[in-house]
């Protein structure tokens, strides 16, 4: 129904807010400062470029998925919607429904693992605070 498919809609935006406004990009600066406190030099160009390659992967495979999906039900673009064999139909639902929960659960998982918290981190952010005031004496 409308209303059903407007409140999962809702929902869905619910879970996708957080991270498109500021999840990937308060990460982006976490692994940066990382980088930067082992090593010494600042790489966000590195980084950015990375970031941008890794943003095309998704996409990409949901376009794989898909099709290999809608081909192996017997999807046959010449024909009608209502010529497709039902489970032509069944592949699209599969596909809206499982595919976005799979990915919820690997991001889950990754966050889980992320392993910039607690003392890790605070130590980061010391030695990054540390080189930024040894620069700027030395300036």
Known sequence: TVTGTMLVVALIGFGLQGPMLVGA????????????AQTGIRREGLYRGMLGFVYRWPPAFSA?????????SGYDASLS????????????????????????????????IYPLHGERFKQIQADVQRRNAELDNSQ
């Open 25 to 36: 990009q308060l990460l982006f600066g976490d692994t940066v400062d990382e980088d930067y």
């Open 64 to 72: 794989l998925l898909l099709s290999e999906m809608l081909n192996s």
């Open 81 to 112: 919607a209502m010529e497709h064999p039902p489970m032509v139909g069944n592949s699209i639902r599969y596909f809206i429904a499982f595919a976005p929960m799979i990915s919820a659960l690997i991001g889950a998982a990754l966050a889980y």
